[in-house]
């Protein structure tokens, strides 16, 4: 294909050019790389590339997805790239990439995608530099939408379990080809819908990744879905309904919620170290006189109240558990702003009720019902049984920011919970392969007013210390043994790194929680502990 000088493909080309001259002087990594070209067959798979990038390059996509807006990436270490289709069935596949860089450490990783896509395959830096082989694949479909989802389930088995199972063990083989001998230990990293990908993993196929780190997942999905849809009819879709919160309303309640809880953790920082501990009365906003733009009407604190109110079944059980407090900043532009989620529909609509005129405003207890009931493939992700993945010898690092505006915080504790009943374990006991630590300020995977940066992607990376670097704390607890305690956040002012540091802290395992000490002022992690009161 012709293409013009200033094109993606045009680029993407003369990083391969750049690639050959520099083969031509014998470079093994470069040659290993072109090989590989030649050599490289995986059953049921089509191979579309394999190419030398070497670092400081810019990637360019130009067959992406429009609606991942993700027409690029920089790389910042020299890798041999390989891209392929694999068939997961006569009627599906997932397109896969592998990252194989030329300071390889051994390790193997796996990361996993967002929402209902399957746009990003790879979030590479910090992973290239550190020397990971690494895979990732679009998820058995293109795109931010659903669509795919509508009359073919193979898609949607690929979106519960199979894509990252596949891609893992695709991605295996291509590393242990490619630097002809095998990998040491195998990671996977994701976050939201990764997250919930790392647990399925545990779950399904404990033997595939020695260290998980999984964040804010999904878990519970088909309830989940449900819970966010029941939170746009509680707040409503009718933004001039005298019941309606506007934004600026919201604000007012994020107040009132502070003045009652931000202070339970020893501090008045604007962040709530255990939402667990609060329990917020929104009467006290309610208007003594008249309407007014600094007060709630009795329907306006009905709803508000509701928000952060559990969701039940009428016989008792629970569906979702509630939003948990302080996130509603966030949250009035997204659940509470009178339009419905697009997760709702996307999900719901072509995956459960084969119906794309469904519409959000619509659900009832039957579709959430029905839509649980379905689970389709296991979506769920909800055994509470580790046993297996505990016994091959695996580690899981769970986190989730507990101003999780998507996805209440809640529900990761309550899986914690669940696995520890299940398997009849105390804390201390589930501590040597599963460790959960709440994000203090965080909101859904990243950013927020709290210390968020933890290394959980190239946003969150802040050096690679395994004190502050999930991944980094995973290989230690992998391969040395070292389980993390803590794990310290940093916050820079407005979130530009030349701004300087606001804010640290030492981010605590479940059940423990943070508690404001002295001696150092709040923003500075030192002045804190860990305790269980
Ligand atoms: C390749 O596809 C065939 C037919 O679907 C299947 O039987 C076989 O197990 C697949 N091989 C691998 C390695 O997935
Ligand atoms: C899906 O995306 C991949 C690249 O990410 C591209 O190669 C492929 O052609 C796309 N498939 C469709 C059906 O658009
Ligand atoms: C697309 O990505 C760019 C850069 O990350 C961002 O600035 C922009 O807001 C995004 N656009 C949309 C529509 O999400
Ligand atoms: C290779 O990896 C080591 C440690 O794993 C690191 O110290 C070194 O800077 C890396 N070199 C390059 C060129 O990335
Ligand atoms: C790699 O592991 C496989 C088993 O998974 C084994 O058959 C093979 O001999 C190993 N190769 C090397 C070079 O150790
Ligand atoms: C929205 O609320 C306003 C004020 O109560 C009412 O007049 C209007 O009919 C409502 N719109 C819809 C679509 O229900
Ligand atoms: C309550 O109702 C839901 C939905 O019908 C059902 O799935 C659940 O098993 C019921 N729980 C009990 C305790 O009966
Ligand atoms: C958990 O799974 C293991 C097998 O992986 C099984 O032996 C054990 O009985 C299960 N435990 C429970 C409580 O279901
Ligand atoms: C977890 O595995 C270790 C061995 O790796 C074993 O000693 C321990 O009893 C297991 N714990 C559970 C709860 O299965």
Known sequence: MLFSATSPRAIAGLAVLAGLFQFTRADMFEKSCHDLKRNLAIENATINL???????????????????NRSSQAISADICRVALYAKTSPFSGVHLEAWLPRNWTGRFLSTGNGGLSGCKFIDCDPQGTLGFATVGT?????????????????????????????????GKTITNQFYKRNFTKSYYIGCSTGGRQGFQSAQMFPRDFDGIVAGSPTLAFTQLTAWAGWLGLVTGYNTTDPGFISPNLWKTIHQEILKQCDGLDGAIDGIIENPDLCHPNLDSLRCRYQSTYSCLNNEQARRANMVFKPFYYPNGSLIFPRMQPGSELESSSTFYSGVPSPYVKGWLSPAILYNLNWKPETISLADITFAQELNPFGVNTRNGNLSAFNTSGGKLLHYHGLQDYLISSENSARYYNFVRETMSLKSSDIDHFYRYFRISGMGHCRQGPGAWMIGQSTIGNNGLDPGSNVLIAMVEWVEKGLAPTTIKGVKFRGDKVKDGLSLTRKHCRYPYQNKYVGLQPPSNGDGWACTLE
């Open 138 to 170: 679009n998820n058995g479909h293109n795109g931010t939408s659903g669509l795919a989802f509508l009359n073919n389930p193979n898609v949607i088995e690929d979106y519960s379990y199979r894509s990252v199972h596949v891609g893992a063990a695709i």
């Open 50 to 68: 394999v190419q030398y990038v070497p670092s400081a390059s810019t990637l360019m996509f130009p067959e992406n997805d429009i609606t991942c």
